[in-house]
């Protein structure tokens, strides 16, 4: 995730310094490979194949029109990248293809992109009144608007409550249901209205709009993004060599605790309780780094949207088993 400068065609990557500084001693004075997962307007790649002349990027992203500009920015470097139209969860696909068996680096700068949330016809942003759509790639799925209109009351209760932690999912829900029977939902604003109106007036004076962790919860619905991460994040724990790192930026709990969970697997020993020796082959496969560090206050200052991110990484200490 990225911030737009004012007037700017380029965004800024959120904790750029960190992630360079986390990810160098694994790049530096080699010929390295890094996967940047999540390309997005290419901020965090730029800086890394500038910092790393040997390098060469492996750049994945789902939205057609971010790697098309992301490529624009990384021109100058184009002969050390390659950037591919494809969700994370593709990446060993995407690795064989291009016979890269091993990775020195794994970048993860979860959820959505300053772009889509700014550009008013995605339909990602709460503030902006645009068509339900929410799809990070849009030529393919269903759309917000899709799963507000056919899902059945129960399930799309389920989806507000576990993908957007909504506490008032069921009277949310059943407003949707209400209102779509008279009128279809097509646009932003008549939904971030529904909400407002949905939730006790208490909730409406405190904790900003509303209708924040419903949209959270329909974007992560539209794009799969927990079915994508949870069986990403285990590949690309798998194609990292002795030695490479791992950096996952997230902007939620629901990714935040999956990233946790992933990491604490992999750097614990799995020896035997009660055995006096660590067995040959048990011992941990990761050396955390970094346990969920926020943004500095100067940071999120000047990039409120790195207000919520937890940074997670990890080093690969031996090969798995």
Not at 211 to 227: C, P, S, W, Y
Not at 289 to 311: H, Q, Y
Request: glycine share 6%; proline share 5%; charged share 25%.
């Amino acid at each position: 995730m990225s911030r737009a400068e004012p007037g700017a065609t380029e965004h800024v990557p959120v904790l750029l310094d960190r992630v360079l500084a986390l990810l160098a001693p694994a790049l530096e004075d080699r010929s390295a490979v890094v996967v940047d997962a999540t390309l997005g307007l290419g901020g965090h790649a730029q800086a890394l194949l500038a910092a790393h002349p040997q390098l060469t990027l492996v750049g994945l992203d789902r939205d057609p029109d971010a790697l098309a500009r992301s490529a624009q920015r990384l021109r100058p470097f184009a002969a050390r990248t390659h950037l591919i139209h494809a969700v994370y969860d593709r990446m060993p696909e995407v690795l064989a293809e291009l016979g890269v068996e091993r990775v020195d680096g794994v970048l993860f700068d979860l959820g959505v992109s300053s772009m889509q949330l700014d550009r008013g016809t995605r339909g990602f942003s709460y503030a902006q009144d645009a068509a339900l759509d929410m799809r990070m790639d849009q030529t393919e799925g269903v759309t917000a608007a899709d799963v507000l209109n056919t899902y059945p009351l129960a399930r799309l209760a389920r989806v507000l409550a576990e993908y957007g932690e909504e506490r008032f999912a069921p009277r949310i829900a059943r407003a949707v249901v209400r209102e779509r029977e008279r009128d279809p939902f097509t646009t932003s604003a008549r939904l971030v209205e529904l909400i407002r109106d949905a939730v006790p007036a208490a909730v409406r004076r405190t904790g900003g709009n509303p209708a924040k962790r419903t949209f959270q919860a329909l974007r992560i619905e539209v794009n799969g993004e927990l079915d994508a991460l949870r069986a990403a994040l285990p590949e690309a724990l798998a194609v990292l060599r002795a030695g490479g790192r791992i950096v996952v930026l997230s902007y939620h709990s629901l990714e935040d605790r999956m990233v946790k969970q992933a990491f604490a697997a992999l750097a614990a020993d799995t020896t035997p309780a009660g055995l006096p020796v660590q067995l040959e082959g048990h011992g941990p496969q990761l050396r955390l780094l970094s346990r969920g560090e926020k943004a500095t206050s100067a940071e999120v200052a000047s990039n409120p949207r790195a207000a919520s991110v937890r940074l997670r990484a990890a080093e690969r200490i031996r090969e798995s088993a």
